[in-house]
């Protein structure tokens, strides 16, 4: 689903509909289109949160899930969450919500969250924290491995809760419903008219770096990786190959009870996550 180089970074391109101002940061919340490199727009929301704590300097940067976008209930559910901590910025991938483009399924996605990181960052927040649950966790593992040099589009702390550790894998029937998905016509045609998310048609050429590649090269930034004992998609094998790539830098928290992403996540891992996020992150 891409036609170039494995690895390949390039700048995001920040043209907002309205711009950030830094006199503001922390009371106005702010809603736009930001344009990605390869010309996509992509649908963002900022929100200043309840910063009365005293981090007022972090931001949260929110990278959802397959089939997901900004205006989700279980990703506003998400949203409000880690504003008890700081502000937070939510987005739609490409091919969701009211963003542009076609579903890359990870690998173009990248582009996306540097473009929300960007324009985070210009709210004048010296922390940011990227949160991805499931495709989004993939996604900030990635990101934070390609733009690990850059101090405007990178991210100072990472949390991929539920996220596959590598490509292909169709181990769970959840995960052979969702290759159907993404890879045959007809499953293209129901993620667009049943889930309202646009899948694009050809395959990765060349396959992106993996999480599980991405992950050592994260460090010294901190790591969190999450996931649920129960998840229908992806068995523990694949969390505990990201803890173990991560050495000493990465830390695994197994939630038990807990099954796949957003929905899965109650109230109390939340707040748990957003604690790590102040303590760690910058």
């Known amino acids: 689903m891409s036609n170039r180089p494995a690895g390949h970074v390039a700048r995001s391109t920040i043209r907002p509909t309205t711009r950030p101002n830094a006199e503001t940061s922390g009371e106005t919340p ?6 990605t490199p390869d010309g996509v727009r992509i649908d963002a929301v900022y929100e200043p949160g309840a910063t009365a704590n005293g981090t007022s300097d972090l931001v949260f940067v929110v990278a959802h899930g397959f089939t ?5 209930p279980h990703v506003r559910r998400i949203a409000e969450a880690f504003g008890r901590h700081g502000a937070v910025v939510t987005f739609s ?8 483009g076609r579903s890359t399924v990870g690998d173009r996605e990248v582009l996306d969250l540097a473009a929300a990181v960007t324009w985070a960052r210009g709210f004048g927040h010296a922390r940011v924290v990227t949160v991805g649950f499931s495709m989004g966790g993939s996604v900030v593992l990635r990101h934070a491995a390609l733009y690990a040099g850059d101090r405007e589009a990178g991210t100072d ?21 969702l290759h159907w998905l993404v890879m045959r016509p007809a499953g293209r045609l129901v ?42 998609y992806f068995p523990l094998d694949h ?18 009870g807990m099954g796949h992403a957003e929905h899965a996540s109650g109230e109390g891992l939340l707040r748990r996550i957003g604690d790590w996020a102040v303590a760690r992150a910058g």
């Open 30 to 35: 702010a809603r736009t289109f930001l344009h």
């Open 68 to 72: 997901g976008d900004a205006d989700r």
């Open 93 to 100: 991938f490409r091919g969701h919500g009211a963003s542009g």
């Open 157 to 177: 702390a990472v949390v991929s809760v539920s996220a596959p550790a590598r490509w292909y894998y169709r181990g769970t029937a959840p995960m052979r419903r």
């Open 191 to 232: 993620g667009r008219y049943g889930m309202r998310t646009r899948i694009h048609h050809r395959d990765w050429d060349p396959v992106p770096l993996s999480p599980v590649e991405a992950v050592p090269r994260i460090a010294p930034r901190p790591l969190l990786v999450v996931h649920g004992d129960r998840d229908g």
């Open 239 to 256: 969390p505990r190959m990201l803890a173990e790539a991560a050495g000493d830098h990465g830390e695994l928290w197994v939630e038990p």
